[in-house]
């Protein structure tokens, strides 16, 4: 028997919620990575965790919220707990790998490359170890075409992300990054569901096994977004990470001398020697100090 699939069952609000999270997470961890990779410190290895993290969790996160979105008329679905969250693992793992790669080999075109396709790989498992963690009364079944699609989709997106770290300056472009990324992350996950078909078993369907989605609801909600929230207010507090670089890092502009207009003069720093090769003012080319005596003593002498 072929079961009816509705993956929109509460209409806009859960697709809409999905996209906000994986925008947060994808934001927390591009400005996390782009803080990792401009100013190496010690940190370098805790600002990529909470990068990896923070991507994992967002992506993660935004999978289980558009699954509230998911019914199957003729049967219940439910989720067995331990698969559910080792999906959470492997994204944040997966993840992790590709934004360590980046961090500590460049941003090359091959580091690149190979760990976005890390990446998009570990979002990919995810979304489908998640969907193994389904229980329903019948057997799901994927088109093999839109799942080598939205694998596809998967891995341009994870690289198009960590480009985005290392390419994008400003708070303002990385929050467009992120939005990007969002529609990416959420482009994947629709595409592999439309990939669903569900056969089920016998006439009548019978309730399953396991934790029901509105169960899941509260720990999916709550353990994510305080993991998230915290990050957020981490990146808040940082200066770098908000606004970059702080204006006395940054190089001097030189500014054009103009025709008829004097130079600024230059006053030497601490620590910086001064020019002794300036004349002093008021003494022209071809003349030459003179080294006053006192009043009776000698004749004063040229140097």
């Given at each position: 028997?072929?079961?009816?699939?509705?993956?929109?069952?509460?209409?806009?609000?859960?697709?809409?919620?999905?996209?906000?999270?994986?925008?947060?997470?994808?934001?927390?961890?591009?400005?996390?990575?782009?803080?990792?990779?401009?100013?190496?410190?010690t940190f370098k290895a805790g600002w990529l965790a909470l990068g990896a993290t923070s991507i994992g969790t967002?992506?993660?996160?935004?999978?289980?919220?558009?699954?509230?979105?998911?019914?199957?008329?003729?049967?219940?679905?439910?989720?067995?707990?331990?698969?559910?969250?080792?999906?959470?693992?492997?994204?944040?793992?997966?993840?992790?790998?590709?934004?360590?790669?980046?961090?500590?080999?460049?941003?090359?075109?091959?580091t690149l490359v190979t760990g976005g396709t890390i990446t998009g790989l570990g979002v990919a498992t995810m979304?489908?170890?998640?969907?193994?963690?389904?229980?329903?009364?019948?057997?799901?079944?994927?088109?093999?075409?839109?799942?080598?699609?939205?694998?596809?989709?998967?891995?341009?997106?994870?690289?198009?992300?960590?480009?985005?770290?290392?390419?994008?300056?400003?708070?303002?472009?990385?929050?467009?990054?992120?939005?990007?990324?969002?529609?990416?992350?959420?482009?994947?996950?629709?595409?592999?569901?439309?990939?669903?078909?569900?056969?089920?078993?016998?006439?009548?369907?019978?309730?399953?096994?396991?934790?029901?989605a509105t169960s899941l609801l509260l720990p999916m909600l709550i353990g994510p977004a305080v993991f998230l929230?915290?990050?957020?207010?981490?990146?808040?507090?940082?200066?770098?990470?908000?606004?970059?670089?702080?204006?006395?890092?940054?190089?001097?502009?030189?500014?054009?001398?103009?025709?008829?207009?004097?130079?600024?003069?230059?006053?030497?720093?601490?620590?910086?020697?001064?020019?002794?090769?300036?004349?002093?003012?008021?003494?022209?080319?071809?003349?030459?100090?003179?080294?006053?005596?006192?009043?009776?003593?000698?004749?004063?002498?040229?140097?």
């Open positions: 028997m072929q079961g009816t699939v509705d993956g929109f069952s509460y209409g806009l609000v859960t697709p809409v919620a999905a996209f906000l999270m994986a925008c947060l997470g994808g934001a927390l961890g591009l400005r996390c990575t782009a803080r990792s990779l401009r100013h190496h410190d967002g992506i993660w996160t935004m999978h289980f919220i558009a699954m509230m979105g998911f019914s199957v008329q003729q049967a219940p679905i439910s989720y067995d707990r331990p698969i559910t969250f080792a999906s959470l693992g492997v994204a944040v793992v997966m993840v992790g790998i590709g934004i360590f790669i980046v961090g500590y080999r460049g941003a090359t075109a091959l979304h489908y170890l998640g969907m193994a963690g389904m229980r329903l009364q019948g057997r799901i079944e994927y088109d093999t075409l839109t799942v080598a699609l939205s694998v596809v989709i998967a891995v341009v997106a994870a690289t198009a992300a960590l480009w985005a770290a290392v390419s994008v300056h400003g708070f303002l472009a990385s929050l467009g990054a992120s939005l990007v990324m969002g529609v990416a992350v959420s482009g994947m996950h629709y595409t592999a569901m439309a990939a669903v078909s569900v056969h089920l078993h016998g006439a009548e369907a019978r309730s399953g096994n396991g934790d029901t929230i915290l990050a957020a207010v981490v990146v808040m507090f940082d200066p770098l990470l908000v606004m970059g670089d702080p204006d006395w890092q940054r190089p001097a502009a030189r500014t054009p001398h103009r025709p008829g207009v004097p130079a600024p003069r230059h006053v030497p720093s601490y620590g910086e020697p001064a020019n002794w090769s300036a004349r002093p003012a008021g003494r022209g080319p071809g003349r030459t100090a003179r080294r006053s005596v006192p009043r009776g003593g000698h004749r004063s002498q040229d140097w």
